[in-house]
């Protein structure tokens, strides 16, 4: 049977999904044979008659993963199954994740399993982080997103948890510039603890991005036009507040944004249109003059109109941008070009396994 690395994370979006991808990739590259398993899904999406998790469904695609669906997220998450414990206790989940896991660990040599977003969630079920650890007798990788006192807390909180199962530590988003300064913060601190620090990973604006598209669903917009370029990905915002001359100075410090502004800002919005921008999202309900809109199509940048103010409207963005899930084609693609970020977690990984 194959032997089994678990990704878990204090909080969503720390970016251990792109980590599980990123070790599988690097991993195969030296000959491993690798398959991927989230066994509990929580972040789910319309699959077939039923639903799947949307983490797995994108790692079995980048993976090209031949074998049956189910497996990929053995126990899903649903309103439902969150409801079970309040009458009687679940039946069955753990058998659904060994047999999914025994079926994925035919021909492998290592298995990737992701966690839920924060490790005590599915513990009313008996699936919690450390619950599925000790389930599959897997060794242990957290994820930890990177703050500027370096969360220490959960650094040790997941020693406790997972003792001797733990290989070491990712802190994943830190500032570029602070890479190799936020590592040799943490090492004195992680030896004396005798934890192994695998790597302190620089923040990916493109891995950050979210597409038009799903920045319209999360705001609820009507797309006004371009539809097709609602794959591009939006690495940052600008509100446009200021007059048209002064807004396109303002723009051009910013490439790849989306530019927030009112439907009746026909200035801004030119303006904006003279710069890097991959959509516009107009605030309050104001549809745009017939020329501006013309020039936006022309220019095939979306327009996504949303019926709330610039100020609730900003907020949202900003909430949405950097808490995403890794889907585009083109975030795989960046994730494949900095896999030699990766290798210090790849090679504890190997020499943990011995494979």
């Not at 659904?96 to 040599?109: E, F, P, V």
């Not at 997972?162 to 990712?170: A, K, P, Y």
């Not at 610039?310 to 890794?326: F, K, N, P, Q, Y």
């Amino acid at each position: 049977m194959a032997k089994s690395i678990y990704l878990v994370s204090t909080a969503s979006y720390s970016g251990k999904s792109a980590t599980c991808l990123a070790v599988a990739l690097g991993l195969r590259q030296e000959g491993v044979a690798v398959s991927y398993i989230k066994p509990v899904g929580a972040s789910l999406m319309s699959f077939g008659d039923g639903c799947i998790d949307e983490d797995a469904y994108v790692a079995w695609g980048a993976l090209g993963i031949d074998a049956p669906w189910e497996y990929a997220s053995p126990v899903l998450l649903t309103d439902d199954l969150r409801a079970t414990p309040l009458d009687e206790p679940a039946a069955g989940l753990r058998a659904k994740i060994t047999q999914a896991l025994d079926y994925l660990s035919a021909g492998q040599d290592v298995v990737i399993m992701e966690g839920l977003g924060r490790t005590f969630d599915g513990l009313s079920l008996g699936l919690s982080g450390p619950q599925v650890a000790e389930l599959t007798d897997a060794a242990v990788i957290p994820v930890i997103a990177y703050r500027p006192d370096l969360d220490l807390d959960s650094i040790l909180l997941f020693r406790q948890l997972f003792g001797d199962r733990l290989i070491g530590i990712v802190i994943n988003g830190a500032p570029a510039r602070i890479v190799e300064q936020t590592a040799a913060r943490l090492r004195p601190f992680m030896e004396r603890h005798d934890l192994k620090l695998l790597g302190v990973m620089a923040r990916d604006k493109v891995l950050r991005s979210i597409t038009v598209g799903d920045l319209a669903k999360e705001l609820g917009g009507e797309v006004l036009c371009a539809e097709d370029r609602l794959d591009e990905l939006v690495e940052t915002f600008a509100l446009g507040a200021m007059t048209g001359d002064s807004a396109f100075r303002f723009f051009q410090r910013k490439a790849n944004k989306a530019v927030i502004t009112g439907g009746d800002r026909s200035d801004v919005i030119m303006a904006a249109l003279r710069t890097s921008t991959k959509c516009l999202i107009l605030t309050g309900n104001l549809r745009p003059a017939v020329r501006v809109l013309s020039a936006a199509a022309d220019q095939a940048v979306p327009m996504i109109l949303v019926k709330e103010p610039t100020l609730s409207t900003t907020a949202r963005v900003e909430r949405a941008i950097g808490h995403v899930r890794l889907s585009s084609p083109r975030q795989i693609a960046r994730l494949k070009e900095t896999l030699s970020d990766f290798q210090g977690i790849v090679r504890a990984v190997r020499e943990t396994l011995n494979v």
